[in-house]
């Protein structure tokens, strides 16, 4: 037996009821470093009744503007104007993660949700600079969705060994979100020493060191000059004088530095004065 019409229209009347207003939030998804402070901004367009955030690693809050506690406080214009905003004062990697802010209004029976991603960067991220805007193309096929992402960014060679971080967001996710990462290896030659590189300390009859820290990926061959003479080293970033005579103090030392992307001279001299005041 069919329903009558006014029995097929109340179910849908309670529901319309219960839904809850639509939360804005200002930032859903911010990147930080553990330390750092951050302000998140959940609002509606009417006064709240309360505002209650969760966020991982940390106890639940309630917030007003007289809120006062060591990590959380809030922030905005208060309740009154419908803001629900917080400012974590000191990031943690405990933090990293899905936050939630629930907002009760006086006029609504149910809570309104609003949720932002937290992520905590804690390994060496390869910064912003440089880097154009993604080009995003979004794939739909049937019931599957795909989003793909490419970023064009010239590198340079303080890259090397840094990480490109993917993360990404969907309710599917035990977390909220899932991320990847990807360890860059920059080829590059040799990098030049701008500082000055002579070395002092040195004492006639003494066994005397000379070392340098050569940046370059891949490991460079090394081939000293001392004198006008060469001796090579495969790897090799050290000079050793079996006993330093005045003579050594007078000679040029030339490191040579190569790769297949290319090569580096380093000249270094020696003394046996005391390192110059104020030189680090």
Known sequence: MGLRPSESIKPRLSLIKLL????????????????????????????????????????????????????VSYYGEGLEAGQCGFRINQVQDKNNGNI??????????????????????????????????????????????????????????????????????????????????RQLDIKFAPLPIYEPTDKFGYQIGRVGLINLTIEANPKPQIEWTVGGQKGRGKYLVNLRIAAINKHDTENDYILTAYNDLGSQDYRIKISTSPEPEGKC
């Open 20 to 71: 809850a207003a639509q939360v804005e939030v200002e930032r859903k998804e911010i990147m930080v470093l553990p330390g750092e402070n951050v302000t998140f901004m959940c609002r509606v367009g009417v006064p709240l009744q309360y505002c209650r955030i969760e966020i991982p690693g940390l106890r639940t809050y309630n917030l007003n503007k007289g809120s006062i506690d060591k990590d």
């Open 100 to 181: 939630k802010c629930s907002l009760g209004l006086f006029s609504e029976a149910t809570e309104s949700i609003g949720n932002m991603q937290l992520v905590v960067a804690n390994d060496d991220l390869v910064n912003d600079n440089g880097l154009k805007m993604p080009t995003v193309i979004d794939l739909a096929k049937e019931n599957l969705q795909s989003k793909l992402q490419n970023m064009t960014r010239t590198l340079q060679a303080t890259d090397n060994g840094k990480y490109l971080r993917c993360v990404a967001y969907h309710p599917a996710y035990p977390r909220g979100y899932a991320e990847t990462k």
